[in-house]
């Protein structure tokens, strides 16, 4: 029998190639660096599930109670659980253990898919509420704290909100302003902290959600620490939640048999953080810093300026070589054995993490040089990303369980759409089901296949039908 996943796996392992991107541990050399390589290399042999001495995930009361507990004093909460279903399952439990059905809820639109799932789910009202778009480079600032006032003093049904912070590409918000507002309306605040496990481990990263007054954030601790994919925590730090609801959640939405090989893997990725972070940090921050001053004498390749943002968030625009993201991706991959976490039109992103050491950005270093003078001989097709919220005639969850068709994407103008239309990555809804379909939404997506971007959601891969509400 064939093994193509295995095959596939090996020959990347085989190729030694320098990661950029997720799972923060890339390709497992901090263990290796750290002293840990028979954890790395004997994971397996640890697989096992509730037996005397395990405990249980979902109701723990040893060894998983006490490593929660020692996560919980090192990131401030009053409560941290682990997460073997990813960033989602916390999002999902998080959302319907503060709403109950028909509630409504704020949510940033450039939201992760899985807060829409949430809302089909728990038959929840979402509310938008559109972040700021940087023009010239195509990436969310995220949410103002006035935007979320504006819908709040518009509606006192509000229950709770959610936001992404840090974005994707390391945008903040103000969390802190937001939720000093929220809590004198005696609303919840949410945060999808999914990209930002590490912010805790520098003051020059910003501070943690739950620092800032959050009362609840999800964090995706394998993409920017170092535990497995899949792997990731949950914080509370509030008295407004109902923990026994929240628990009954997580039990619904997680595995009823959670993989010790992840739990064990987050307890790591802890003990890492606490004895080696900063240390870690602060040596990544000295390699970020160098690869930047670096760029800065380039001619056509330059950094995007992160300010008081996340700077382990590297995105570096390639426009002005008259080349897309996606051009330049394929070149650092196959040129150069480079990967980085994604491409878009105008540039690419690198997730760096304290995995990432100085070998690494030598490399990197050395690819940018060449490629700063390839110019390449085509204009590059430049494309607006729309920047408003599509009108919704029909909750997420009415239009999930509505009768559906497919039609020709050229006749779906002022439809209803049935579907989601997600330019990937990062995995961010553009159009969600039961929103009205518009013109600039079908030229954005259509333009965005022509220069490559993969669009995920849509049953029609080719982009000549999309399903619409019949």
Known sequence: MNT?????????????????????????????????SDFKNNIVNIDTTEIPGTDNLHSP???????????????????????????????????????????????NRDCHQSVINTCILGDIEPIYVNPDIDMKSGISLGVKLDDIKRLVEEDEDIKAVLIT?????????????????????????????????HIGLSDRLGVSAIEQGADISIQSTHKTLTCFTQASMLHVKSSRVDINRLKSFL???????PSYMLIASIEMAVKIYKDYGKELMEELMDNIDKTNNYIKNFKNIYLYDYKDNDITKMYIITKNLNKSGYEIEDVL???????????????????????????DFEKLKQALGDIDNEIGNKDLIEIDYPNYIPQKALNPRE????????????DAVGKICAEYIIPYPPGISLLSPGEIITKEIIEYVQNCKNIGMNITGIEDRDLNFIKIID
């Not at 190729?15 to 799972?23: A, C, K, R």
């Not at 039990?251 to 048999?257: A, L, W």
């Not at 239009?399 to 050229?410: D, H, L, Q, V």
């Open 4 to 36: 193509p996943i295995i095959d596939k796996l090996n020959d990347i392992k085989n190729s030694d190639m320098i990661s950029f991107h997720v799972p923060g541990h890339k390709n497992g050399k901090i263990f290796d660096r750290l002293g840990y």
């Open 61 to 107: 009361e040893e060894v998983i109670k006490e490593s929660q507990d020692i996560a919980s004093k090192l990131f401030k909460s009053d409560h941290t659980f682990f997460l073997v279903n990813g960033t989602t399952c916390g999002i999902q439990a998080a959302i319907m253990a503060v709403c109950s059905i028909k509630d409504k809820i704020i949510v």
């Open 165 to 197: 912070s840090p974005t994707y590409y390391g945008i903040n918000s103000d969390i802190k302003s937001i939720s000093e507002y929220l809590h004198k309306k005696n609303k919840i605040l949410i945060v999808d902290e999914a990209h930002g496990s």
């Open 251 to 257: 039990r619904i939405v997680q595995s009823s048999s």
């Open 333 to 359: 991959r196959e040129k150069y054995n480079i990967q980085v976490e994604l491409s878009n039109p105008y540039g690419i992103l690198l997730i760096c993490s304290i995995g990432n050491d100085k070998n």
């Open 399 to 410: 239009a999930f369980y509505s009768n559906k068709k497919s039609i020709p994407i050229k």
